[in-house]
């Protein structure tokens, strides 16, 4: 079966710390990734994506991604985050054949002061 | 670029009452997408479009809800009659089938129902 598992339902790190959300997919194609970032009353962001070629992808507001076939998994990381960052981030995935994604049930970023 | 647009952004109304939801997606986007998100069963699919034409409902949850897509830049969602159940975050999403732009899927931001 198809899925995308974000293993943490909330994380909290202090402002200026590294990150890593974590996420591992099961599908049987090629599979497009995605993370979305949701801020409070706000819609979905994409924030970056990997389709093919190198394995680390890097985003905007400083977010990048690695890509670990073997491990199913396409971990969130970014080396200092900021009070801004607080928000709910989703990873979802895809294939080229269609355009429907399958998303995980959100990870909630908590920053500490 | 405009992005998705959705209105309205937040709506209040009473059980039995007709809601329509509006999405404008992004010019030249082909699929559009209706998203329910609820803090229950998180974001759901409910139906998309390609072309204006329905490709898959089978997200809808019941009969009370429909959706339309007359023409390529205008599309509603519609419960009717509206129950307290639906109190959710309803969101319009818009994707372009090019070759090479994989499914990036781009959101709007959202229109708010309570049904009280």
């Known amino acids: 079966a198809q899925s995308v598992t974000q293993p943490d339902i909330h994380i909290t790190v202090s402002e200026g710390a590294s990150l890593e959300l974590r996420c591992n997919y099961s599908y049987g194609a090629t599979p497009y990734l995605f993370w979305y970032v949701q801020s409070p009353g706000q819609g979905l962001q994409l924030l970056l994506k990997?389709?093919?070629?190198d394995t680390l992808v890097q985003g905007i507001k400083g977010f990048e991604a690695e890509f670990k076939r073997s491990q199913s998994s396409f971990n969130l990381r970014k080396p200092s985050v900021h009070w801004s960052d607080a928000a709910e981030y989703f990873c979802?995935?895809?294939?080229?054949?269609?355009?429907?994604?399958?998303w995980g049930a959100g990870t909630k970023l908590i920053i500490k002061p | 670029d405009a992005g998705v647009i959705q209105s309205p952004r937040h709506e209040v109304t009473e059980m039995g009452q007709e809601v329509t939801l509006r999405c404008k997606p992004i010019?030249?986007?082909?699929?559009l997408f209706w998203y329910r998100q609820t803090m229950m069963r998180g974001l759901e699919l409910l139906i998309y479009?390609?072309?204006?034409?329905?490709?898959?409902d089978s997200g809808m949850p019941e009969d009370r809800f429909s959706a339309k897509m007359p023409n390529a830049s205008f599309s509603t969602l519609k419960i009717q009659p509206s129950e307290p159940r639906d109190s959710a975050v309803y969101f319009c999403a818009s994707n372009a089938a090019r070759q090479g732009s994989g499914n990036t899927i781009y959101f709007g931001e959202g229109s708010w129902l309570t049904v009280v």
């Open positions: 010019s030249g986007h082909d699929y």
């Open positions: 479009f390609n072309n204006n034409v329905p490709i898959d």
């Open positions: 979802a995935v895809g294939a080229s054949s269609n355009y429907q994604l399958i």
């Open positions: 990997y389709f093919s070629g």
